[in-house]
T-cell receptor
Framework: GENVEQHPSTLSVQEGDSAVIKCTYS??????FPWYKQELGKGPQLIID?????GEKKDQRIAVTLNKTAKHFSLHITETQPEDSAVYFC??????????????FGAGTRLAVHP | GAVVSQHPSRVICKSGTSVKIECRSL??????MFWYRQFPKKSLMLMAT?????????EQGVEKDKFLINHASLTLSTLTVTSAHPEDSSFYIC????????????FGPGTRLTVT
């Protein structure tokens, strides 16, 4: 089955710097890769996603890149701000028997942006 | 758009009682809803997938008689934790997908359950 690994587990940056979080997946059939931001005590918020037919997607200060050959995808946050501090989860959508699909999540990255 | 709500946000119940958590998609119809459990500083663990009008599909190791899921309409799914015990204390989060062909999945704000 699909397995998603996420690195690093914690990331500390200075305000204004860039942050990069990387994930690898194992199932080459996975075709959708969302990123979620979770603040303390809240549910995950979808911040950006990418499908397997696209190599890069950008939305203001955040971008996601996908390398299907290497089976890895990354989240890039530029000009980080203290409000970017949160836990970030990557996920891959995999298909299972019976025709249903589900998201497999990485372990999460705790990002701290220091003023 | 794509708002998912949960109620209650926090609940405390006594051991042996049952508690129901509601999950609603507010501005879209969700043919598929998911229930997750999250332990402190851990990732999301899928408990079950439910499709409107049919039985939920439970993940391995999740007791279906303990965690009853009902997806009676396209905007409402409920999770009932029956005969709750302290080890059931956790953060429960629902998620909804707008349509069978949709890729996106949106999460609710979560429910903090404490069993005393």
């Amino acid at each position: 089955g699909e397995n998603v690994e996420q690195h690093p587990s914690t990331l500390s940056v200075q305000e204004g710097d860039s942050a990069v979080i990387k994930c690898t997946y194992s199932d080459s059939a996975s075709n959708y890769f969302p990123w979620y931001k979770q603040e303390l005590g809240k549910g995950p918020q979808l911040i950006i996603d990418i499908r397997s037919n696209v190599g890069e997607k950008k939305d203001q200060r955040i971008a996601v890149t996908l390398n299907k050959t290497a089976k890895h995808f990354s989240l890039h946050i530029t000009e980080t701000q203290p409000e970017d501090s949160a836990v970030y989860f990557c996920a891959a959508r995999a298909k299972f028997s019976g025709g249903y699909n589900k998201l497999i999540f990485g372990a999460g990255t705790r990002l701290a942006v220091h003023p | 758009g794509a708002v998912v709500s949960q109620h209650p946000s926090r609940v405390i119940c006594k051991s042996g009682t049952s508690v129901k958590i509601e999950c609603r998609s507010l501005d879209f119809q969700a043919t598929t809803m998911f229930w997750y459990r999250q332990f402190p500083k851990k990732s999301l663990m899928l408990m079950a997938t439910s499709n409107e009008g049919s039985k939920a599909t439970y993940e391995q190791g999740v007791e279906k008689d303990k965690f009853l899921i009902n997806h009676a309409s396209l905007t409402l799914s409920t999770l009932t934790v029956t005969s709750a015990h302290p080890e059931d204390s956790s953060f429960y989060i629902c998620s909804a997908r707008p349509g069978t062909e949709a890729y996106e999945q949106y999460f609710g704000p979560g429910t903090r359950l404490t069993v005393t």
